[in-house]
């Protein structure tokens, strides 16, 4: 029982080192060889089998290497092919066709070594221990390039092979020289393993002299060594051997040391499972607390959202009522121009109706006392008096058509509704124009109006010019006393400005009145004083000159004259 | 020189009258229309040289009807609105191509005549010409306008010599005098688009017509009024290439 295990642990050794076994001198000649041939073919099945045999993919080396097979031409080709075949069957435990491979092997000296050394080793490994025993041999008479380890390995093999076949002096000869191998490699495990084996070999062979000592020493040995399986190992070995020679107490105590062994065994490995477990644990509460985060950020996902919403719902809320209230506003805006508007169109009106009641009325009453007069001097066949009257009347009614036309246009100018274009006009003919309506005024007077007018371009509105000219030529009349000059002039005032002037020997403007004429900049209808003699007329010129960029500048002196002067925007 | 043929357009009879009355003293022929329709009628069988349109006619505006008709027939006539109303949203229901030229009722003579310049200019792009001076003229493909006393009165093209560049303005010589244009020479070739006038010099046009003699090698044309005009040599070249008989 106990060597069984032994060769069994053994064994396995031997697959382990079957791989090391390619640093072998053989195998490195042959993979030289092997490389020499790749470079020369390039990509062909044999490389690609090769290439799988270095990288141990040995199912798909097998695959190739048959390929390679049945397409090679050369015997060394061949040969390389089959150990490479071999071995990969070899290692998936194919014996039979490794067995094949290896025997198709020619029996050039450069493979015999190799071709043999891995027959015995198959043989081995089909339990035919005779044939085994005979390649073993083969290989043995040239081992000069065999490795270390190949070396000892094969001779472990050949001394199995001879325990099977109960010839224990030759099994005893090769394990001596594996023990012998084991020394030059200097490992302490193989060391003791051979020591193992040979002692497992004179112990079934009975020679328990030989045999106990080599058990004692590898115990020792394995006490100084740190692998736990080899001291439990031989100190079960120990314990069995002890047992045999009937020394039960020492038997019992090398037990409990084993049994302590594989204790320590056993919590190495439970120390294993625990921590294994331990992690299992951690990784469960890991995975809870992972599982706990989750619902942490989902709720606080979700808070979010809902703040989200909150928050737009409030953001669309105040846009809402901030609209509404810009709306509001704008509304009050409105309402606030309108109420104004309304304001000054109210005045106006109040304006407009007071003019008509007072300044209308009273010259159309005068007209109608004149009309009654004219017709008493008509019964009378008074002439130079219907005359006289007739010329009141003719000038009652100019004065009342031009009050008339004075409201007409202040209150479109009001509402907007005057249609205004400044465009390009030469000065003079409108200057002229105008004064043809007043020869007959001025003629009545007995007043000279004097022209000096220079032939100028000016940007203005005509309509508004004439209105503004027609009062102030009016006003000129009207101020200045029978056997009066007013004169008129035109002409360029500075770059950008022309000038119409109108200058009378009226009776001039007081002061205070003047000043509040001049303050009409800024004209209100609340600022009129009509008692004062500021009427609609000059607040109408004000509103026009302005309107056509001008302005109105009024010199006067008492008992003197008036000189009028309308700067306007000159025109190249 | 020719008396201009106005068109007025007038419901009230007296009115209508009274102002012909006045423009017949001043040199003007008028033929008075008191329909939109007898005013059409007229327009197609006549010439006018200007139309004078009273806005208003039984009520509607028939006058700015006419106007928009016949701006929109691209018939070329010069308008006078006359309306008594200085409002804006008469004016605005015609929106014309060109400026309107508008008179206000009541008006004095001298703002009619004035008037009738204004309308002339504004309609041949060239204002403040007639109604600044009375040197200026007013020139149409056809005619030109010239002020004779307040009124305006036009010569044929034909009746023009030759075109001189007199500084910005353009002279033009007739028989009757000379009269300037605000217009660049260039302008006024454009204008005429006529052939009897050529460019001889770069500061003149002649009229072919009026040319009695060449003489090619003194560089000088002399026309049938006794006037001589230089020949400059590139338009020399120029118009022997044209003529071949020259050659």
Redesign the interface.
């Known amino acids: 029982m106990t060597f069984l295990k032994s060769f069994f642990v053994l064994l396995s050794i031997v697959n382990l080192l079957q791989v090391k076994d390619k640093k072998q001198t053989n195998i490195n000649s042959l993979k030289q060889k092997a490389e020499i041939i790749c470079k020369k073919k390039g990509s062909s099945p044999f490389c690609l089998a090769y290439s799988y045999y270095l990288d141990k993919k040995f199912d798909s080396c097998y695959i190739f290497s048959n390929q390679a097979l049945a397409l090679s031409n050369t015997q060394d080709e061949k040969d390389i092919l089959n150990y490479i075949q071999g071995h990969s069957a070899s290692k998936k435990k194919l014996y039979k066709k490794a067995l094949q491979n290896f025997l198709e092997i020619s029996e050039n000296p450069f493979y015999k070594n190799l071709k043999h050394k891995k027959l015995g080793y198959i043989y081995l490994s089909l339990e035919d221990y005779e044939k085994s025993v005979f390649h073993y041999s083969i290989w043995e008479q040239d081992i000069e390039n065999t490795s270390k380890e190949s070396k000892r390995i094969s001779y472990h093999n050949l001394a199995l092979s001879h325990v099977f076949l109960k010839n224990y002096s030759d099994s005893d000869k090769y394990f001596k020289k594996e023990l012998a191998q084991a020394i030059i490699e200097k490992d302490t495990l193989i060391y003791i393993n051979a020591k193992i084996n040979i002692a497992n070999a004179y112990y079934n062979q009975y020679r328990d002299n030989e045999a106990i000592p080599l058990f004692i020493d590898s115990y020792k040995l394995a006490k100084q060594y740190s692998n736990i399986e080899l001291k439990q190992n031989t100190a079960k070995n120990m314990a069995v051997v002890e047992k045999n020679r009937k020394n039960y107490k020492a038997s019992v105590n090398y037990y409990i040391e084993a049994g302590k062994w594989k204790d320590s065994l056993w919590n190495r490995d439970k120390i294993w499972e625990l921590s294994e477990a331990d992690k299992k644990v951690a990784l469960a509460q890991k995975e809870i607390e992972i599982v706990r985060q989750k619902e942490k950020l989902k709720l606080q996902a979700f808070q979010k959202k809902g703040f989200l919403t909150g928050i737009s719902f409030l953001l669309v809320f105040i846009a809402v009522l901030s609209y509404f209230y810009r709306e509001r506003t704008k509304q009050n805006k409105l309402i606030t121009q309108q109420k104004e508007d309304l304001n000054t169109v109210n005045k106006t009106k109040d304006y407009l109706f007071s003019v008509v009641s007072h300044d209308l009325r009273s010259p159309i009453n005068t007209l109608r006392k004149q009309h009654e007069k004219l017709l008493k001097q008509v019964i009378k066949k008074d002439l130079i008096g219907i005359q006289k009257t007739t010329h009141t009347a003719i000038a009652l009614t100019e004065s009342t058509y031009r009050l008339l036309n004075n409201v007409l246009h202040w209150s479109l100018e009001q509402s907007n509704l005057m249609l205004f274009k400044q465009e390009t006009y030469p000065l003079s003919p409108i200057i002229e124009q105008v004064l043809y309506d007043f020869e007959n005024l001025a003629m009545t007077k007995n007043i000279i109006l004097n022209t000096t007018l220079n032939s100028i371009l000016s940007k203005i509105d005509l309509e508004s010019l004439k209105i503004i000219l027609r009062n102030l030529i009016d006003n000129a009349i009207k101020y200045t006393k029978n056997d009066g000059i007013i004169h008129i002039k035109s002409g360029v005032h500075s770059e950008k400005q022309c000038y119409i002037e109108i200058e009378d020997t009226g009776v001039g403007i007081p002061p205070d009145i003047l000043s509040k004429i001049n303050a009409l900049e800024n004209i209100d209808i609340d600022k009129i004083d009509r008692s004062n003699g500021v009427g609609l007329g000059l607040l109408l010129c004000q509103t026009l000159i302005k309107k056509n960029k001008g302005t109105l500048i009024i010199e006067s002196t008492l008992e003197k004259g008036t000189k009028t002067k309308i700067l306007l925007p000159l025109s190249t | 020189m020719k008396k201009l043929k106005l068109l007025l357009l007038e419901d009230h009879i007296d009115e209508a009258e009274e102002l012909a009355d006045f423009l017949e003293n001043n040199s003007y022929k008028i033929t008075i229309t008191t329909t939109l329709k007898d005013a059409e009628k007229q327009i197609n069988n006549k010439h006018f040289d200007l139309i004078i349109l009273d806005i208003m006619i039984q009520g509607k505006p028939d006058g700015i009807s006419l106007a928009k008709k016949l701006n929109d027939n691209n018939v070329d006539i010069p308008f006078l609105f006359l309306s008594s109303m ?4 008469l ?1 605005d229901q015609a929106k014309l191509t060109k ?1 309107i030229t ?1 008179l ?1 009722k009541p008006f ?4 009619l005549l ?1 008037s009738l310049e204004l309308a002339m200019e504004k309609h041949y792009e060239q ?2 010409s007639i ?3 009375t040197n200026n003229a007013i020139l149409s493909p056809a005619s030109l306008f010239i002020k004779k006393n307040k009124s305006i009165q036009k010569v044929t093209v034909d009746e023009i010599n030759y075109i001189e560049v007199e500084e910005k303005y353009s002279s033009l010589v007739c028989e009757e005098g000379n009269y300037l244009i605000k217009l660049s020479l260039t302008k006024v070739k454009e204008l005429l688009s006529n052939p009897d006038f050529i460019q001889v010099h770069r500061n003149f046009l002649v009229n072919v017509k009026s040319i009695k003699e060449i003489y090619l090698d003194d560089n000088l044309i002399i026309l049938s009024s006794g006037q001589q005009i230089p020949f400059s040599e590139r338009h020399k070249a120029a118009f022997i290439k044209s003529n071949p008989i020259l050659k």
């Open positions: 200085q409002t804006k949203l004016f400026p508008y206000l004095n003579k001298l703002e004035f204002s403040n109604s600044l001076n």
